[in-house]
Nanobody, 119 residues
């Protein structure tokens, strides 16, 4: 059983910063990627940033230059540093990962953490 636990959300003024963390726990053999998605009210869930085991990284165009994804392999943890936050960044942010355990590769989601940016 794998769990993804997010932390670091909250309320911040426009222009401010937040750092999200997501820790994967369980009998993990290999993590193919870890990433962040977000879902604003009335909108579809969208990719924010993803980091692969090969160190490749992708960002949504809307966050390039403002958000930075990184990971600590020893801790099975991924971070999302969010700077210059805008009201349109307000959403529930979800951690997502492709992980192999004793079971074949599966996709996992965290429970989500709320990020609210006030204008």
């Amino acid at each position: 059983q794998v769990q993804l636990v997010e932390s670091g959300g909250g309320l911040v003024q426009a222009g401010g910063s937040l750092r999200l963390s997501c820790a994967a726990s369980g009998s993990i053999f290999r993590i193919n990627y870890m990433g962040w998605y977000r879902q604003a009210p009335g909108k579809q869930r969208e990719l924010v940033a993803i980091i692969y085991s090969s160190d490749g990284i992708n960002y949504a165009d809307s966050v390039k230059g403002r958000f930075t994804i990184s990971r600590d392999n020893a801790k099975n943890t991924v971070y999302l540093q969010m700077n210059s936050l805008k009201p349109e960044d307000t959403a529930v942010y979800y951690c997502n990962a492709d992980i192999t355990t004793v079971l074949p590769l599966r996709n996992y989601w965290g429970q989500g953490t709320q990020v609210t940016v006030s204008s």
